[in-house]
């Protein structure tokens, strides 16, 4: 019996100095991995868990601006107070082509929210290296393209704009969200003033390029509803408000992208007057949303920032094609400045004051006489006058430009279409409403070598107005996509 308990006591000591021996091995390796794990973790929270969005304008060095749902937008925004006047709009566009600077500075405001190698992180590493080949281009060489290969000074940097339009090509996609019936959502005016709302929203319905059937996929958002169509059915804002409030909601409810960003990568289009304040029942849609609007007035709480300005565009028949007809050359423009156009808005009746049948070179009509063509009037025409209407925009500056017209702005707060990329200075003439009464001597004291070469760009800039049934390379379709592009550059979402 003594020999079996000491045996057994011999055996009892062995395990459990075996297990103390394991516990000590394991002690040694499983906490230095909870240690190293917990760091691990740690770091990449720390990391990718920043939350919100940065705002920063490519083409500008100085405009930098974070903020997220707790700190809304207010140094980015143009107050009608800070833009009444023409040389604060000529200044924040100065701000928009100082140069062409992509900051990769993270936002300082962050939530901890664990991305890691989602869809959105692939995403936002595609945007970042578009974004670096961007910034690159600003030095490097002119790339070739068998198209067209932007150059000349009617850009503020050709070779930017051309890396940043086939960084597009290569990588951007947007979102059509499928809810709301026609006519009000998915359908538009293919015809008359407000042609371009109806010939976008189609175009991008049918879209193979840019479009993606999968949200996670895509980079930017895009709202199908028409204001114009809207306009039909409804007579009073409240009426749009309430629409626009209630598809929202519907996108909130049933999709998560909206509340991810609070609307920074989704975006709207609208030709109507109406358009921008049937944003305005949304916070977050004037606040955050890219809105790509005919009207871009900036005493309306229009953004160039982070809003588009696009074209209007006034297509009278059923064929988009050989509208571009360009006129005569410079040599054969007898008429030196030329108008036709309702008297209504604040700018035409002093236009028509001082100016109306007053003076064989500076021709204005409100109706034209029998036996006068709109057409050949501008085809013959120096100068083709462009003043606002009730709105800001004017489909007469397109009409210029078809026309090989230099278009001459005359309007207050207006911000002229793809002013990120063109220099509208090279190609157009803008009076101050101030001076409208010495017109004939601004425009005569232009040289005549500087008036060719103006209307030699008017040629050259043409192509990027140009509206195709089939949309073409650097048409109007892209050169509006390239715009949301590059604000969709701008937001930093991961």
Not at 21 to 35: E, G, Q
Not at 170 to 191: A, M, S
Not at 426 to 434: N, Q, R
């Amino acid at each position: 019996m003594v020999k079996r308990f000491k045996t057994c006591c011999s055996s009892i000591k062995t395990s459990s100095s075996s297990s103390s021996s394991m516990r000590v091995v394991l002690l040694s390796v499983v906490i230095p991995l909870i240690l190293l794990t917990s760091f691990l973790s740690f770091s990449l929270v720390s990391k990718r868990s920043f939350w919100g969005f940065s705002y920063t304008n490519p083409y500008s060095k100085t405009i930098k601006e974070g903020f997220s749902n707790e700190t809304p937008i207010k140094n980015n925004s143009i107050s009608s107070s800070s833009s009444s006047s023409s040389s604060s709009v000529a200044q924040q566009q100065q701000l928009l082509h100082v140069q062409y600077t992509l900051n990769d500075n993270r936002p300082l405001k962050h939530r901890r929210r664990r991305w890691y190698w989602s869809d959105l992180g692939r995403l936002e590493r595609g945007l970042q290296r578009a974004r670096a080949a961007i910034k690159e281009a600003i030095n490097g060489s002119r790339l070739k393209d068998p198209d067209y290969s932007p150059d000349g000074p009617i850009y503020w940097n050709a070779k930017v704009f051309h890396r940043s339009y086939l960084e597009m090509e290569k990588q951007f996609k947007i979102y059509v969200y499928k809810e709301g019936e026609v006519p009000l959502f998915h359908d538009g005016p293919c015809r008359m003033i407000y042609t371009i709302e109806g010939q976008f929203i189609n175009k991008m319905e049918i879209n193979t390029k840019f479009r993606t059937h999968n949200p996670h996929h895509a980079h930017a958002f895009f709202l199908p509803y028409s204001v114009t169509r809207m306009r039909h059915f409804l007579h009073d804002l409240r009426s749009f408000g309430r629409i626009v409030t209630d598809y929202v909601n519907i996108i909130t409810a049933k999709h998560p992208h909206w509340n991810r960003s609070l609307g920074a990568d989704h975006f709207i289009l609208a030709c109507h007057d109406w358009g921008p304040y049937s944003s305005f029942y949304v916070p977050e849609l004037v606040r955050n949303s890219i809105r790509a609007l005919c009207n871009a007035n900036t005493s309306e709480r229009f953004n160039p920032m982070k809003d588009v300005s696009i074209p209007e565009i006034n297509i009278r028949g059923n064929k988009l094609e050989g509208l571009n007809t360009g006129g005569l050359p410079p040599s054969k423009r007898s008429i030196l400045a030329f108008f036709a156009g309702g008297n209504h808005g604040p700018i035409r009746p002093i236009l028509f004051k001082h100016w109306k049948r007053k003076d064989q070179d500076i021709q204005v009509y409100e109706y034209l006489p029998k036996g006068l063509s709109y057409i050949d009037l501008m085809r013959k025409s120096k100068y083709c006058l462009c003043p606002s209407g009730y709105e800001v925009a004017s489909p007469r500056v397109v009409e210029a430009l078809y026309n090989g017209c230099v278009p001459v702005l005359i309007s207050k707060d207006y911000v002229p279409p793809f002013s990120d990329v063109l220099d509208w200075k090279t190609f157009s003439v803008t009076v101050p409403i101030e001076e409208i009464w010495e017109l004939k001597k601004r425009l005569m004291g232009i040289p005549e070598r500087q008036y060719k070469r103006m209307q030699k760009r008017v040629v050259q800039v043409k192509r990027h107005f140009e509206l195709n049934s089939t949309p073409k390379r650097y048409d109007v379709f892209h050169m509006i996509l390239h715009s949301i592009w590059l604000r969709r550059l701008n937001v930093r979402l991961w």
